[in-house]
């Protein structure tokens, strides 16, 4: 006769919600430190909904689907921005741990509010104003001088959402199809020299990381590429910017990863683009290029485990996005790829190819910018089907 076991402590249950590739490297990360992760997939056949055993399909702004899915976690975070802050508060009220918090949340979610806290901390924004209509808009541009930018406060992302308006007479577009509870923010046009992403990393306790301030490089307002650490930034500025996205973090008491996008004038002073708070493109250089990555960090603060180094490893980083284009069959392309640069490391999504799509990435690493960057280029460029780049 055997003698019934006591059964194991039980592993920690993180609820991701969102199905995309940022819930797939997650769930990468979560093998390791022995988390189950529990999937909200917008459909069966989404990135990580391809890779996580623990699937739910359902809608993210059903609150029914939302509460019955936190169920049993041990927190719930985010893939994306979009589940609605009131769905999210009631889960906090019914005791269900959520990180972010939705009042954190709530600044990445509504370019509108984020403005104003921002400023209202007196970090830099660019000058901006809520305009209810063209006319507010088009005062607004005779002021700042045109062109200008706006954009929706709501659902923009990858550029969409957002218009470069070169006059008066473009003013109206912005409005054409505004949803409900959506408002429009104009902004001044920064002609700035070049981008940078500030990624910090908080725990609900306190502690607090900075990853290595990155250069990114949009096309059409999508990230194509990443230089970590950005090149020729000085160290002074360096650390201002690491300081000023760990203030962000600590004023807003966000709970894990925070990117905030940052405009860089060309006189060498930034001002804050963008918010988010969830592992970022402009992060992904750390799985292959720093001590811990943003996903592992993310995750252990989600969980308020000590967080983990996030120096770099090698002198140059460089993360290419792969962009859907003439290649369909990605992993047979790999065969070229892995031939010609044994250091190369690559991450493909589980998406199929469209034009434009980000189905993947490459990130490459060594101690000169030049070799470095020039393999990352090529082998993301022959995964788009230009042999020849």
């Known amino acids: 006769m055997t003698t019934p076991t006591s059964p194991g402590p039980r592993p920690f249950v993180v609820g991701i919600i969102g199905g995309g590739q940022l819930a797939r490297m997650m769930y990468e990360a979560s093998i390791g430190l022995g988390v189950d992760v529990r999937l909200l997939a917008e459909g069966p056949d989404v990135s990580a909904a391809g890779v996580v055993h623990d699937v739910t399909v359902g809608d993210h702004t059903d609150p029914a689907t939302v509460k019955a899915f936190a169920v049993g976690c041990d927190a719930v975070t985010f893939d994306h921005e979009h589940v609605p802050a009131g769905l999210l508060r009631e889960l906090e009220d019914s005791g269900v741990v959520v990180r972010p918090g939705p009042a954190a949340l709530l600044h990445a979610q509504d370019k509108a509010v984020m403005r104003e806290r921002l400023t209202a901390l007196g970090l830099p924004c660019p000058a901006y104003r809520v305009v209810p209509d063209a006319a507010a808009l088009v005062a607004f541009g005779d002021e700042q001088g045109w062109p200008v930018i706006a954009k929706t406060s709501r659902g923009g992302y990858d550029g969409k ?217 090529h082998a993301a460029a022959y995964l788009m089907g230009d042999p020849d780049a």
Not at 208 to 232: I, M
Not at 282 to 299: K, P, R, Y
């Open 161 to 377: 959402g957002v218009w470069k308006l070169a006059s008066a007479e473009d003013a109206d577009l912005p409005f054409a199809g505004l949803a409900p509870g959506v408002q429009v923010v104009a902004e001044e046009f920064v002609d700035f020299a070049r981008e940078l992403s500030a990624l910090v990393v908080r725990s609900p306790s306190g502690q607090a990381v900075a990853y290595p301030v990155s250069e990114s490089v949009q096309r059409d307002g999508v990230c194509v590429e990443t230089v970590t650490p950005a090149p020729g930034l000085d160290p002074e500025q360096a650390v201002a910017a690491e300081l000023l996205a760990l203030t962000v973090a600590h004023e807003l008491e966000v709970v894990g990863l925070l990117a905030v996008e940052l405009m860089q004038r060309r006189d060498g002073s930034v001002v804050v683009n963008e918010l988010a708070m969830r592992p970022h493109n402009t992060g992904h250089w750390t799985i292959d290029g720093a001590h811990t990555s943003q996903f592992e960090n993310h995750l252990r603060a989600v969980l308020d485990l000590p967080l983990g180094d996030p120096a770099t490893r090698a002198p140059w980083t460089v993360m290419a996005n792969v962009l859907g284009g003439a290649v369909d069959d990605l992993p047979s392309a790999l065969l070229h790829c892995f031939a010609r640069d044994r250091r190369l490391r690559v991450q493909l999504y589980g998406k199929s190819v469209r034009p434009g799509r980000k189905v993947g990435h490459v990130t490459t690493y060594g101690d000169d910018l030049d070799e470095t960057r020039k393999r990352a280029r």
